[in-house]
């Protein structure tokens, strides 16, 4: 590689790793980026580098990185963390990036005591009770079985340090309306201990409405029906082995909880332990996942109504019932909130013509054990906490120059392609997957495939994952991709190199295949003269999904009529920058006329300037952090996003309130949205009022 090291790098923007620091995917992806530079210090047809760049990658050397990375669990904050670190800044080095790290000092979480009692009924207790040993099991031949030792044990992160006891609840996937169910049937919520399902809200979010509910604690765990089915187990099959648990953070707020909106460096203002807990954002209750095995002992104990249909386990699980009691559970968790540092490792490749303006491709590194499938979160979790500190740190900077910030965090977990943008990326996407081969039907590209599934259109999720600093707090262009629905070892002892070998990607043709897409996409907007962003694919989604709220809001007072106008405004900027772009285009041809760098440069400005327009200073409602109007986190599930997140909590409140205010507010949500769009179209346009 050393003949490399002069080559000029022509990308016409720069391109940066960033976020938390990364791992396989960016280890794959940019070492060919550049060795794809090197070769061509004067390029060729883009479209010949572009085709020479997917035939450089190679499953073995992905596999061989995924190796290395997952050889010990590696926790945010430990060495073996830090050690993962330094392997990924000496491959980018070795490929002569210059890469470098940062390290920032959060708050990380770390269980000290746990202890689990069940007893058959609430005290005087005729006979002792049954300890559960919160222990995941070393199956046979397991290679992990040595470093598994080293593994923080089950624990969520963030939760409330002490001891509750109480009769059994059971409260199916603890969300709002499960709890609602429990009150209309009558089952007794107060000083209980809950026992709710992972599987379909932020566990964070089930642990604020157990204790909303007046749970005295509250334990969660993985049921054989949503995390194993008609599969077999892990190391037989995919799915989560019985005495297997889904560890977290419960945090639901992003980043480091001790540095709210700001970035954490060494010696920086910070919140007291006292003011993290009173911020809400932390359980009140102390809580623990649990086993699919344990969870089942406890739903044994349960006595009382027998619970809807909805509510029950699969084949061969006992039926369940509401509580509360007679079973009676005494939990303790001590944890140990500790300011840890965590580094980020960063490599820049620099453009030539506009090497201000940035392409960021990120995911992280850190993972709740060993990490095969999720150096990722999708949550508001300890990994992300990297990410949006040095966007926090960068903000300005970021707002100012960056052009796209593209997501890889959890990237293969299974077959099938699936991805969320903002819109005006849309049909960059489709364009570029339609050059990448389908890893599992070579006769196909990834875009054939991905046609065929339901779910192909691209969807801008808000949900809390590495990106949601870009996109949500400083409104950045974002994109994230994987292949493969939720996966079941998910946060588990079991998200190691043999599931992924075995299941996630047999022959790493799928991270090649996303290396692929991912490699692509930044060259396409590193080095497209204006870039590829697509503003009438972005009023099209605005306007289906104006469609869904008003259909959420029928019999209302609510008017919906200012959004409409906003995108149709939209639109019209929309095709205005368009017809702009292709009338600079054209005249190159017919005159030999060059294009004046700076109108070029006020092109792409614009365009990139259009997203930040859908920010507002003031963020959502009670959420400041959360800047951009179009993309928010939903109101009652972290994990879960929703298009016009002011608008859909104030509708949803005013349903329940039914009071003129309420309808006034959810009126102005809608304005505020409304103008943030119409500040859109006037930067695409350019031109003032
Ligand atoms: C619910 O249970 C708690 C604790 O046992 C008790 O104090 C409370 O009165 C009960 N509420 C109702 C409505 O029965
Ligand atoms: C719960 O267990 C702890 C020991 O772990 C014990 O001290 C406490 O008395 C128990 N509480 C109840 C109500 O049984
Ligand atoms: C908490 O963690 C810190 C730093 O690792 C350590 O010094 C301290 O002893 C721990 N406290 C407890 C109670 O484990
Ligand atoms: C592979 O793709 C080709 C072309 O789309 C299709 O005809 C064939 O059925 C696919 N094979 C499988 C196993 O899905
Ligand atoms: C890479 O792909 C080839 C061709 O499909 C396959 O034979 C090989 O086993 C793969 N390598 C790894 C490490 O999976
Ligand atoms: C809401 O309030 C209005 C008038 O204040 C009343 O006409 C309407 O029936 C109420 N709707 C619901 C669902 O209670």
């Not at 968790?333 to 500790?338: D, R």
């Amino acid at each position: 590689m050393e003949r490399l090291e002069k080559a000029p790098p022509t990308l016409r923007r720069s391109a940066t790793t960033g976020s938390s620091s990364n791992g396989i995917l960016a280890s794959v992806a940019l070492p060919l980026l550049l060795v794809l530079l090197g070769l061509f210090a004067s390029p060729p047809s883009k479209s010949t580098y572009h085709a020479l760049f997917l035939t450089l990658s190679d499953n073995a050397t992905a596999a061989r990185h995924l190796l290395a990375l997952t050889r010990r669990p590696h926790v945010a904050g430990t060495p073996a963390n830090a050690e993962a670190a330094s392997y990924v800044l000496d491959v980018l080095s070795s490929a002569s990036f210059s890469a470098r790290s940062a390290s920032y000092d959060v708050l990380l979480s770390y269980p000290v005591t746990r202890s689990l009692l069940l007893s058959p009924s609430p005290p005087p207790f005729s006979a002792s009770p049954v300890a559960f040993d919160l222990i995941q099991e070393i199956y046979p031949g397991d290679p992990y079985a040595t470093s598994a030792a080293e593994s923080v044990p089950t624990f969520h992160a963030y939760s409330r340090s002490g001891s509750a006891a109480g009769p059994v609840v059971y409260a199916n996937y603890g969300r709002l309306e499960d709890f609602a169910a429990l009150g209309e049937m009558g089952v007794n919520v107060t000083g209980a201990v809950v026992l709710a399902r992972y599987g379909k809200i932020f566990r964070g979010d089930i642990l604020k409405n157990a204790e909303e509910a007046g749970a005295a604690a509250a334990v969660v765990y993985t049921d054989a029906k949503d995390y194993c089915g008609r599969e077999r187990w892990f190391p037989d099959g995919p799915g989560m082995p019985p005495s297997g648990v889904q560890v977290g953070t419960t945090f639901r707020g992003i980043g480091d909880p001790t540095t709210p909106g700001w970035p954490s460096a060494a010696g920086c203002e910070r919140l007291s332990p006292a003011e993290v807990s009173a911020s809400g954002l932390v359980p009140g209750i102390p809580s623990l996942p649990i086993s699919a095995r344990d969870g089942e002992a406890i739903q044994r104990s349960v006595g009382g109504q027998v619970a809807p249909d909805e509510w029950q386990g699969g084949e061969g699980a006992p039926v369940y019932r509401l509580g509360p009691g007679p079973g009676f559970l005494n939990l303790t968790y001590i944890g140990n909130e500790t300011l840890a540092t965590i580094q980020n490792v960063f490599a820049v490749i620099e453009g030539k013509e506009e090497p201000d303006r940035y392409v960021i491709l990120g995911n992280h590194r850190d993972a709740w054990t060993f990490g095969a499938v999720d150096p990722s979160s999708g949550t508001a979790a300890l990994l992300e906490i990297g990410s949006t500190e040095w966007v926090e740190e960068n903000r300005e900077m970021l707002a100012s120059r960056a052009i796209a910030y593209l997501n890889a965090d959890c990237p293969v977990r299974g077959s099938g392609f699936h991805a969320s943008t903002t819109p005006q990326l849309d049909e960059l996407l489709k364009e570029v997957t339609k050059k990448v081969e389908d890893p599992d039907n070579f006769s196909q590209t990834v875009y054939d495939s991905w046609t065929l599934s339901p779910n192909h259109s691209p969807q801008a999720s808000g949900g809390a994952t590495d990106f949601a600093a870009f996109i949500q707090h400083v409104g950045v262009s974002s994109l994230d991709m994987y292949f493969g629905e939720g996966y079941p070892v998910y946060h588990s002892l079991y998200d190691d190199f043999v599931w992924m070998r075995n299941f996630g990607d047999p022959f790493f043709h799928r991270h090649i295949a996303v290396a692929s897409i991912w490699g692509l996409v930044a060259l396409r907007l590193a080095d497209d003269e204006f870039l590829p962003f697509d503003y009438s694919s972005y009023a099209s989604e605005l306007q289906r999904s104006a469609k869904i709220a008003k259909d959420q809001a029928v019999n209302t007072p609510v008017s919906f009529a200012p959004l409409y106008k906003s995108i149709e405004k939209l639109k019209r900027a929309a095709s205005t920058i368009d017809n702009q772009k292709k009338g600079l285009e054209s005249k190159v041809g017919l005159l030999k006329w060059r294009k004046d760098p700076l109108t070029v440069r006020d092109v792409n400005d614009r365009l990139m300037m259009a997203e930040r327009a859908l920010t507002d200073r003031e963020g959502l409602f009670q959420k400041e952090w959360y800047k951009h109007l179009i993309y928010g986190p939903s109101a009652q599930d972290d994990y879960g996003s929703t298009m016009f997140p002011g608008v859909d909590d104030a509708i949803w409140k005013a349903k329940r309130l039914n009071s003129s205010e309420a309808w006034h507010f959810a009126q102005h949500e809608v304005w505020r949205v409304a103008r943030v769009i119409d500040q859109a179209s006037l930067v695409l346009g350019g031109k003032f009022t």
